[in-house]
């Protein structure tokens, strides 16, 4: 089995560096404070509590902390969590740092990069490339950085390019299935859909919410974006106000997220393509740290299940 904070099982000892990604202060009911970490590496993260923390512990064992810790895995509510015997904060000479502990995407940058500018190249309508290529250039930076969410889904360094350009190859071949499609739309959705988290998230290393994030939420940001842009380029007609819809019809549910339900035929589409590579990458993240014949940890995003491995993919 692989090494690292991910991959450990129940009743497995655990001696290694971690980052502290979330540090939350509570009260037992024996009055005394303790505290729920989220401790992560480049594997995966695991819950820990340290109990009976002093006000000194509640000051150094802090977000972006990294830590040495020693302890067992054990399991609470489905879940695995890290018993804590031991830790302390790193030291200089202990030769680690933040960005050996920042899971990131299996492919490069470049990659990444080349599969987005081909999608551009793709396109055939001049107004819907030239509002993309606006919003690539704009943003290329972070687009190549941050993680796609903070927790469920391509939730890793380079995760939101990752996801966009999976959910292109999936839109590539549905297109071949249903060439009715219009490709430079569903494209051009699939690109834009999720860059309101660039505003929404703090970034890559402890990702949270911003305060942006917290009141307005992705999708309303990149629907003024869109409009925002196609002004600043001088562009006007039916393509903006369609990009817009897609965005905001994108999570297909008002309790879900989003204020209308896709009401074109490539919104549809682009709902349902966003839920299988987010749902795809839970699942293969998951299944790729048990071994054939479990199960694996209870999935929140998933209506809390535990997904089986069968044994016949030992071969």
Do not use: C
């Not at 497995?12 to 505290?35: H, Q």
């Not at 993260?45 to 830590?67: H, R, V, Y």
């Not at 290529?133 to 290329?140: E, G, M, V």
């Not at 001088?234 to 896709?262: C, D, F, K, M, N």
């Amino acid at each position: 089995m692989k090494q690292g904070i991910g991959y450990s099982a129940v009743g497995d000892t655990f001696d290694d560096f971690l980052l502290i990604k979330e540090a939350t202060k509570g009260v037992a009911s024996n009055g005394k404070a303790f505290l729920t970490l989220i401790l992560r590496d480049a594997t995966g993260e695991m819950e820990a509590k340290l109990w009976d923390a002093t006000k000194e512990d509640e000051s150094l064992f802090i977000a972006e902390q990294i830590i040495r810790v020693t302890g067992e895995v054990n399991q609470f509510r489905g879940k695995s969590q890290l018993k804590i015997m031991s830790l302390r904060p790193a030291q200089p000479t202990d030769g680690v740092q933040i960005s050996d502990f920042v899971e990131k995407a299996p492919v490069e940058k470049a990659y990444l990069s080349e599969k987005l500018t081909e999608a551009i190249f793709e396109m055939q309508n001049p107004t819907i490339q030239r509002l993309v290529r606006a919003f690539i250039k704009k943003y290329q930076e972070g687009l190549l950085t941050y993680p796609a969410a903070s927790k469920n889904h391509h939730e890793y360094a380079s995760g939101l390019a990752h996801h966009i350009v999976s959910m292109l190859h999936v839109g590539r071949e549905l297109h071949k299935l249903y060439p009715e499609l219009n490709k430079d739309l569903l494209y051009a959705g699939i690109i834009l859909h999720d860059l309101g988290k660039l505003k929404e998230l703090s970034g890559v290393v402890t990702t949270s919410y911003t305060l942006e994030g917290k009141l307005l939420g992705h999708i309303p940001i990149m629907v003024e974006e869109i409009g925002l842009m196609a002004r600043e380029l001088q562009i006007e007609g039916e393509e903006v106000l369609i990009l817009q819809h897609l965005v905001l019809s994108h999570h297909g549910r008002a309790e879900w997220g989003s204020p209308t339900p896709p009401l074109v035929r490539e919104a549809e589409l682009l709902h349902l393509i966003d839920l299988i590579d987010a749902k795809m990458n839970m699942l293969n993240r998951a299944l790729d740290k048990v071994k054939p014949g479990e199960f694996t940890e209870r999935l929140f995003a998933m209506d809390n299940r535990a997904f089986y491995k069968p044994l016949f993919e030992e071969n």
